[in-house]
C-alpha cells in the first residue's frame, strides 16, 4: 500500500491525466508526449521552483495528506457506567451532581506562574505568512474571547513594511507587531495569553528586547522548528522593491533580486514572487541555557520552547534541556503538519508523525520522572481538529501534556466568520449560510452570549472572532461530553487508562492496552467472583 499519491495535488493545482498511475512516483502509467498537463513533473518543466509549494499564496493554507500507518483514529475512549472522578471536593458523585454541563474544562500550563485556559487547545504560531497578517484581528480577538493562548510566530518585525531600526541594527519601532499586541490585549480578561516567538533573525533583531520593553509583555518562545518542515520559516512577496528590503534586513531571498537575469525575468512577467527564508537554528545544551537566562534577565517571567517533528535526538534535547532551563511549556510539533506556506514534499515525507512523537515524548519524560526530575508541561500540535482526538492525546501524555496546539483548525472559523460579515454586506450570502437565517444574529448561534457580555462593545468584535469564539464553545461542549462519558469532571484527572488501542501496531507503538486486553484482568476477577 502506498500511504500517499506524488505528482498530484490540489494544493500544488496539478493532476493527473491517467486514470492509473504508479504508486511510487505518481508518474501516469501511459506518459504521452504531447501531454497538455497537469501533473507536477509537467508544471515544474516550466514553473520550476514555484510548484514546491501550495498556492495561491495568502489565499490558502494547506495541510498534508499523507495517510500514516498509525494515528489518533487507531485510539478509542473507554466509557464507564459508574464512578465520577475531580468533582468538586465535598461533592458526593450521584445522577443529580454528575451532570456533563458542570464538566470543568480549564487547564494551566507554567513552571511557576501558571497561565489559565478555559478549555485545553491554543493557536499555532500566526506569524509572517499573509494569512496571519490579514486576519489577525478575527484570530486575536477570538482566541482573547475564547480564553485561550495566541502565538503571535516568527518574523512579525522582520517583514514589517515599518520596521524601524536603531543606530544598534535592533527593532526601534514595528507598527505591525505593536498592532498584533494590542487587538489581543482589547478583549483579553485573566484566561490565555499572547506570547511572541522567536528564530534566529528575529533574536538578531532584538524582538524580544522590543516586545518586553514596549509592551511587557511576560511570555517568550524559543522556536527550534514545526512540524510541517525542518527548515526557516518561509513567506512569498510579490514586489522586487520588498524583496530587495528583506535581503537588506538580513534574511535570505530567492531568487537573488539583486541578480541582473532575476530583474530581467521579473520585468518581463516570467517571475512573479520571491520567496523569504529565515536561517537554521543550530542547538547546544550551553547555548540553549544561556538564552533562556538572558530572556529572564531582559524582564520575561516565562519562557516557552517550539520544538518540530525532528529525530529522536533533538526530541530528547528539548526535554531534558527543557527541565534543566525550567521552561514554561514545550510545544512539540509532529509531522505533516500545515501551514501558509511550506514545501508540499517537505510536509508529507518529512518528520516523526504525531502519534509517534507524543508515544515517544511520554516515554522520554517518564524516564527523567523516574530520576526524579520534573519535565516542563508539554503541548502537542500536529493534525488536531476536533475534541476527541484532543481528549486523546491529553489521555496518552498524562500527566504531562496540558494542551494541544492548533493550526488550521482555530484559522478556518476566522476565516468564516470573516466572509460572512463580507457576504452580509454585499447581500450575496450562500445558501449554505442563508438557509440559518440572514442577520449575524440569526446566523450565528453564540451572538447574543457575546452580545450579553459586552453589551456596550458588541459592534467592536469582527466576525470572524465570533466565529472562533462559536467553534471554541462547541470544542468545550464535545469535550466536556466526552469527558462525562470517562467520568472525569476535570481535566486533572483524565489518564492513558481512559484509552484502548484497536490495533495491536497502536499498541506496539504507544504503550496504551490493545482493546481485547484493556480491563481484562479487572473484567474477568468479576467473572470468576
Given at each position: 500500500?502506498?500511504?500517499?499519491?506524488?505528482?498530484?495535488?490540489?494544493?500544488?493545482?496539478?493532476?493527473?491525466?491517467?486514470?492509473?498511475?504508479?504508486?511510487?512516483?505518481?508518474?501516469?502509467?501511459?506518459c504521452?508526449?504531447?501531454?497538455?498537463?497537469?501533473?507536477?513533473?509537467?508544471?515544474?518543466?516550466?514553473?520550476?521552483r514555484?510548484?514546491?509549494?501550495p498556492?495561491p499564496?495568502?489565499?490558502?493554507?494547506?495541510?498534508?495528506d499523507?495517510?500514516?500507518?498509525?494515528?489518533?483514529?487507531?485510539?478509542?475512549?473507554?466509557?464507564?457506567?459508574?464512578?465520577?472522578?475531580?468533582?468538586?471536593?465535598?461533592?458526593e458523585?450521584?445522577?443529580?451532581?454528575?451532570l456533563?454541563?458542570?464538566?470543568?474544562?480549564?487547564?494551566?500550563?507554567?513552571?511557576?506562574?501558571?497561565?489559565?485556559?478555559?478549555?485545553?487547545?491554543?493557536?499555532?504560531?500566526?506569524?509572517?505568512?499573509?494569512?496571519?497578517?490579514?486576519?489577525?484581528?478575527?484570530?486575536?480577538?477570538?482566541a482573547?474571547?475564547?480564553?485561550?493562548?495566541?502565538?503571535?510566530?516568527?518574523?512579525?518585525?522582520?517583514?514589517?513594511?515599518?520596521?524601524?531600526?536603531?543606530?544598534?541594527?535592533?527593532?526601534?519601532?514595528?507598527?505591525?507587531?505593536?498592532?498584533?499586541?494590542?487587538?489581543?490585549?482589547?478583549?483579553?480578561d485573566?484566561?490565555?495569553?499572547?506570547?511572541?516567538?522567536?528564530?534566529?533573525?528575529?533574536?538578531?533583531?532584538?524582538?524580544?528586547?522590543?516586545?518586553?520593553?514596549?509592551?511587557?509583555?511576560?511570555?517568550?518562545?524559543?522556536?527550534?522548528?514545526?512540524?510541517?518542515?525542518?527548515?526557516?520559516?518561509?513567506?512569498?512577496?510579490?514586489?522586487l522593491?520588498?524583496?530587495?528590503?528583506?535581503?537588506?534586513?538580513?534574511?535570505?531571498?530567492?531568487?537573488?533580486?539583486?541578480?541582473?537575469?532575476?530583474?530581467?525575468?521579473?520585468?518581463?512577467?516570467?517571475?512573479?514572487?520571491?520567496?523569504?527564508?529565515?536561517?537554521?537554528?543550530?542547538?547546544?545544551r550551553?547555548?540553549?541555557?544561556?538564552?533562556?537566562?538572558?530572556?529572564?534577565?531582559?524582564?520575561?517571567?516565562?519562557?516557552?520552547?517550539?520544538?518540530?517533528?525532528?529525530?529522536?535526538?533533538?526530541?530528547?534535547?528539548?526535554?531534558?534541556?527543557?527541565?534543566?532551563?525550567?521552561?514554561?511549556?514545550?510545544?512539540?510539533?509532529?509531522?505533516?503538519?500545515?501551514?501558509?506556506?511550506?514545501?508540499?514534499?517537505?510536509?508529507?515525507?518529512?518528520?516523526?508523525?504525531?502519534?509517534?512523537i507524543?508515544?515517544?515524548?511520554?516515554?522520554?519524560?517518564?524516564?527523567?520522572?523516574?530520576?526524579?526530575?520534573?519535565?516542563?508541561?508539554?503541548?502537542?500540535?500536529?493534525?488536531?481538529?476536533?475534541?476527541?482526538?484532543?481528549?486523546k492525546a491529553?489521555?496518552?501524555?498524562?500527566?504531562?501534556?496540558?494542551?494541544?496546539?492548533?493550526?488550521?483548525?482555530?484559522?478556518?472559523?476566522?476565516?468564516?466568520?470573516?466572509?460572512?460579515?463580507?457576504?452580509?454586506?454585499?447581500?450575496?450570502?450562500?445558501?449554505?449560510?442563508?438557509?440559518?437565517?440572514?442577520?449575524?444574529e440569526?446566523?450565528?448561534v453564540?451572538?447574543?452570549?457575546?452580545?450579553?457580555?459586552?453589551?456596550?462593545?458588541?459592534?467592536?468584535?469582527?466576525?470572524?472572532?465570533?466565529?472562533?469564539?462559536?467553534?471554541?464553545?462547541?470544542?468545550?461542549?464535545?469535550?466536556?461530553?466526552?469527558?462525562?462519558?470517562?467520568?472525569?469532571?476535570?481535566?486533572?484527572?483524565?489518564?492513558?487508562?481512559?484509552?484502548?488501542?484497536?490495533?495491536?501496531?497502536?499498541?506496539?507503538?504507544?504503550?496504551?492496552?490493545?482493546?481485547?486486553?484493556?480491563?481484562?484482568?479487572?473484567?474477568?476477577?468479576?467473572?470468576?467472583?
Amino acid at each position: 500500500m502506498n500511504l500517499r499519491r506524488p505528482n498530484a495535488s490540489d494544493a500544488t493545482g496539478t493532476s493527473n491525466r491517467s486514470r492509473d498511475v504508479v504508486p511510487m512516483s505518481g508518474i501516469c502509467s501511459r506518459c504521452v508526449d504531447g501531454c497538455k498537463g497537469s501533473c507536477e513533473i509537467w508544471l515544474s518543466s516550466f514553473r520550476g521552483r514555484e510548484v514546491l509549494y501550495p498556492g495561491p499564496y495568502g489565499e490558502i493554507t494547506a495541510g498534508a495528506d499523507k495517510n500514516y500507518p498509525v494515528d489518533f483514529s487507531h485510539l478509542n475512549i473507554q466509557g464507564y457506567a459508574r464512578g465520577a472522578k475531580g468533582l468538586p471536593e465535598g461533592v458526593e458523585a450521584d445522577p443529580d451532581t454528575a451532570l456533563f454541563p458542570d464538566v470543568d474544562t480549564r487547564t494551566e500550563y507554567g513552571w511557576g506562574i501558571k497561565v489559565p485556559m478555559r478549555v485545553p487547545i491554543f493557536t499555532g504560531a500566526l506569524g509572517s505568512t499573509e494569512s496571519a497578517r490579514a486576519n489577525w484581528e478575527h484570530f486575536a480577538i477570538g482566541a482573547a474571547l475564547s480564553g485561550i493562548t495566541l502565538v503571535c510566530g516568527e518574523n512579525v518585525c522582520g517583514v514589517d513594511p515599518g520596521l524601524e531600526l536603531g543606530h544598534d541594527g535592533k527593532v526601534s519601532r514595528s507598527p505591525e507587531m505593536d498592532r498584533r499586541i494590542e487587538t489581543y490585549r482589547q478583549f483579553h480578561d485573566r484566561y490565555g495569553e499572547l506570547l511572541v516567538q522567536m528564530n534566529v533573525e528575529d533574536t538578531r533583531l532584538g524582538t524580544a528586547e522590543y516586545v518586553s520593553s514596549k509592551h511587557n509583555l511576560e511570555t517568550i518562545e524559543l522556536k527550534w522548528g514545526q512540524g510541517a518542515k525542518c527548515i526557516g520559516g518561509e513567506i512569498k512577496v510579490g514586489s522586487l522593491g520588498q524583496a530587495n528590503q528583506l535581503k537588506d534586513r538580513g534574511y535570505i531571498v530567492l531568487p537573488d533580486p539583486d541578480s541582473h537575469e532575476v530583474q530581467a525575468a521579473f520585468r518581463d512577467g516570467a517571475l512573479k514572487e520571491f520567496e523569504r527564508h529565515s536561517r537554521l537554528g543550530f542547538v547546544t545544551r550551553e547555548g540553549f541555557l544561556e538564552e533562556v537566562d538572558r530572556l529572564r534577565d531582559i524582564g520575561f517571567k516565562r519562557v516557552t520552547l517550539k520544538t518540530g517533528a525532528y529525530s529522536a535526538v533533538e526530541l530528547a534535547m528539548a526535554i531534558r534541556y527543557g527541565a534543566e532551563a525550567k521552561i514554561d511549556l514545550l510545544t512539540i510539533d509532529g509531522a505533516p503538519g500545515g501551514t501558509g506556506m511550506s514545501p508540499w514534499p517537505m510536509m508529507n515525507e518529512w518528520g516523526i508523525p504525531t502519534f509517534y512523537i507524543e508515544s515517544l515524548a511520554y516515554q522520554f519524560a517518564g524516564r527523567l520522572r523516574e530520576r526524579g526530575i520534573r519535565v516542563p508541561d508539554i503541548a502537542i500540535a500536529g493534525g488536531f481538529a476536533d475534541e476527541a482526538n484532543v481528549f486523546k492525546a491529553l489521555a496518552m501524555g498524562s500527566p504531562y501534556v496540558r494542551a494541544v496546539c492548533m493550526g488550521r483548525a482555530l484559522m478556518i472559523p476566522g476565516m468564516v466568520g470573516k466572509n460572512i460579515a463580507k457576504w452580509l454586506e454585499a447581500g450575496e450570502l450562500p445558501k449554505t449560510v442563508s438557509k440559518y437565517g440572514r442577520t449575524r444574529e440569526e446566523i450565528f448561534v453564540c451572538y447574543e452570549q457575546l452580545k450579553e457580555r459586552y453589551p456596550d462593545r458588541i459592534d467592536e468584535i469582527p466576525l470572524g472572532a465570533v466565529g472562533v469564539y462559536t467553534y471554541a464553545q462547541k470544542f468545550r461542549t464535545g469535550l466536556q461530553q466526552i469527558m462525562a462519558g470517562t467520568r472525569n469532571f476535570s481535566l486533572k484527572t483524565v489518564a492513558r487508562s481512559d484509552l484502548m488501542a484497536l490495533t495491536e501496531e497502536a499498541e506496539a507503538v504507544s504503550g496504551i492496552p490493545y482493546v481485547m486486553r484493556a480491563y481484562r484482568d479487572a473484567a474477568e476477577a468479576i467473572l470468576d467472583s
